[in-house]
């Protein structure tokens, strides 16, 4: 039977990306493609609940490949493909490829990988492909590697119920200097807020400054920055490791709850 694969991504159903992806992926197995029918970066796992979605069959720009775009989120996406759409059983979920990283604390924010969240909570091994660039992008090198990886969860040597996040410095695969598993880095943002006036009532953006990058070794920023391709393992549980001393801080809150003391 072949490998049921869904491909999404967070910058449209369009996306260069998100088909060069597909090429590679066909070789490997059957593919779907349900994607947004419009840009989503920065929506995170946000999820359509209050209004109806809406999907249509599209053209695919790659022949005999099925493809659907979702007027909502990535996450939709993938919750409308594992429910509704896919005919055969998927074993595979791709979320991209997107252009430009996806790093660090963006990943909370992250459309593409909040649609391999998706999976990851159906159990199904998901992966984010991202290329850390805007201009002139290497999409060849990063399909090639979802092609490989597929290849390998073919052949049943991938753990199953994994998230992985993978970037890819911006490079020809010859320039490339190798591959660096990861834990996450530290990249933030002084956000901005720029108000204007419609000719009925003010309104305001919120646009995202210049990152400021925490370059550690051993995180997917510092991978980049050195040239490597960076593979972080994600998981959902956001728990910090703070527990011990949070433990001894907060221990009196239960007698001053009951008491009615202050919980300062």
Same mark, same amino acid.
Request: hydrophobic share 40%; net charge negative; no cysteine.
């Given at each position: 039977?072949?490998?049921?694969?869904?491909? *999404? %991504? #967070?910058?449209?159903?369009?996306?260069?990306?998100?088909?060069?992806?597909? $090429?590679?992926? &066909?070789?490997?197995?059957?593919?779907?493609?349900?994607?947004?029918?419009?840009? &989503?970066?920065?929506?995170?796992?946000?999820?359509?609940?209050?209004?109806?979605?809406? /999907?249509?069959?599209?053209?695919?720009?790659?022949?005999?490949?099925?493809?659907?775009?979702?007027?909502?989120?990535?996450?939709?996406?993938?919750?409308?493909?594992?429910?509704?759409?896919? $005919?055969?059983?998927?074993?595979?979920?791709?979320?991209?490829?997107?252009?430009?990283?996806?790093?660090?604390?963006? /990943?909370?924010?992250?459309? *593409? /990988?909040?649609?391999? !969240?998706?999976?990851? !909570?159906?159990?199904?091994?998901?992966?984010?492909?991202?290329?850390?660039?805007?201009?002139?992008?290497?999409?060849?090198?990063?399909?090639?590697?979802?092609?490989?990886?597929?290849?390998?969860?073919?052949?049943?040597?991938?753990?199953?119920?994994?998230?992985?996040?993978?970037?890819?410095?911006?490079?020809?695969?010859?320039?490339?200097?190798?591959i660096e598993f990861t834990r996450l880095g530290q990249r933030s943002y002084a956000d901005l807020i720029k108000p204007g006036y419609d000719g009925k009532r003010e309104y305001y953006w919120v646009v995202r400054g210049n990152p400021h990058? *925490?370059? $550690?070794?051993?995180? #997917?920023?510092?991978?980049?920055?050195?040239?490597?391709?960076?593979?972080?393992?994600?998981?959902?549980?956001?728990?910090? %490791?703070?527990?011990?001393?949070?433990?001894?801080?907060?221990?009196?809150?239960?007698?001053?709850?009951?008491?009615?003391?202050?919980?300062?």
């Amino acid at each position: 039977m072949d490998l049921g694969i869904l491909v *999404t %991504n #967070d910058d449209g159903i369009y996306a260069p990306g998100l088909w060069m992806l597909v $090429e590679e992926l &066909q070789k490997v197995g059957q593919v779907i493609v349900v994607a947004p029918d419009r840009e &989503q970066s920065g929506i995170g796992t946000a999820v359509t609940l209050h209004q109806p979605l809406r /999907v249509r069959p599209v053209k695919p720009l790659i022949p005999k490949i099925k493809a659907y775009s979702v007027e909502g989120t990535p996450a939709d996406s993938v919750i409308l493909a594992l429910g509704m759409l896919a $005919e055969n059983k998927v074993n595979l979920i791709f979320s991209g490829i997107n252009e430009g990283a996806n790093l660090g604390d963006d /990943v909370l924010l992250s459309g *593409t /990988v909040g649609a391999a !969240f998706q999976g990851y !909570f159906h159990k199904l091994p998901s992966i984010a492909l991202s290329v850390a660039s805007w201009e002139n992008v290497h999409f060849d090198v990063a399909a090639k590697l979802g092609g490989l990886l597929a290849s390998k969860i073919m052949a049943g040597s991938f753990p199953q119920g994994i998230l992985l996040n993978i970037n890819l410095p911006n490079l020809p695969v010859e320039k490339i200097e190798g591959i660096e598993f990861t834990r996450l880095g530290q990249r933030s943002y002084a956000d901005l807020i720029k108000p204007g006036y419609d000719g009925k009532r003010e309104y305001y953006w919120v646009v995202r400054g210049n990152p400021h990058w *925490t370059i $550690e070794q051993g995180t #997917d920023i510092g991978a980049i920055e050195t040239g490597k391709i960076s593979i972080t393992p994600l998981h959902s549980n956001l728990t910090g %490791n703070y527990e011990a001393s949070l433990r001894e801080y907060l221990s009196s809150l239960p007698r001053e709850l009951r008491l009615g003391g202050a919980l300062a």
